[in-house]
């Protein structure tokens, strides 16, 4: 992949002081989902990231699924996205910059087409993981960190259906 070792520019915050960022769920066949444990914190959450210059939010969701837990495009089938940006500050943003405020995210649902031996935490150079397993689908709501957990829920609520269709068609 071209992605590992280049400089990239991240994109600059939006009027109101959010960073663009996607976030990564990715389900299995049990309609579980990927929950990462976040190296060097006790923390859990699904893959994120920036969406740099340039680059479309599929493009960087792409580009941070192989980054983060080292799936290419062809492990994966792109269920669907959110339609909206959500929002969370982020606690101490003081320390970030004063017009810092957090990031804004738009949500895509893979579903892990390949093997669970494809998952790879230590693609990038700077591994953002070092573990992993498959918890159910609301799991994370109970796990995440408080000031993320509102983004989750209404994440999870709208790709829920998604999920539903495509695992459980009539």
């Given at each position: 992949?071209?992605?590992?070792?280049?400089?990239?520019?991240?994109?600059?915050?939006?009027?109101?002081?959010?960073?663009?960022?996607?976030?990564?769920?990715?389900?299995?066949?049990?309609?579980?989902?990927?929950?990462a444990r976040r190296v060097r914190h006790d923390g859990w959450q699904f893959p994120q990231g920036g969406v740099e210059h340039k680059e479309s939010p599929r493009e960087a969701?792409?580009?941070?699924?192989?980054?983060?837990?080292?799936?290419?495009?062809?492990?994966?089938?792109?269920?669907?996205?959110?339609?909206?940006?959500?929002?969370?500050?982020?606690?101490?943003?003081?320390?970030?910059?004063?017009?810092?405020?957090?990031?804004?995210?738009?949500?895509?649902?893979?579903?892990?087409?390949?093997?669970?031996?494809?998952?790879?935490?230590?693609?990038?150079?700077?591994?953002?993981?070092?573990?992993?397993?498959?918890?159910?689908?609301?799991?994370?709501?109970?796990?995440?960190?408080?000031?993320?957990?509102?983004?989750?829920?209404?994440?999870?609520?709208?790709?829920?259906?998604?999920?539903?269709?495509?695992?459980?068609?009539?």
């Amino acid at each position: 992949m071209a992605y590992l070792g280049r400089k990239r520019k991240k994109s600059g915050l939006d009027r109101d002081g959010y960073r663009p960022n996607v976030g990564i769920i990715v389900c299995n066949q049990a309609c579980q989902v990927l929950w990462a444990r976040r190296v060097r914190h006790d923390g859990w959450q699904f893959p994120q990231g920036g969406v740099e210059h340039k680059e479309s939010p599929r493009e960087a969701a792409y580009r941070e699924l192989y980054e983060e837990v080292g799936l290419y495009p062809h492990h994966v089938r792109l269920l669907g996205t959110t339609e909206k940006w959500y929002r969370y500050d982020v606690p101490n943003r003081s320390r970030f910059g004063n017009r810092f405020r957090g990031q804004k995210q738009r949500w895509f649902l893979f579903h892990l087409t390949g093997e669970e031996g494809d998952i790879q935490l230590d693609r990038s150079p700077k591994p953002e993981f070092d573990g992993w397993c498959w918890v159910d689908y609301w799991h994370p709501l109970e796990n995440i960190i408080a000031f993320k957990k509102d983004v989750y829920r209404e994440a999870l609520a709208e790709l829920e259906p998604v999920m539903q269709a495509a695992f459980f068609k009539a």
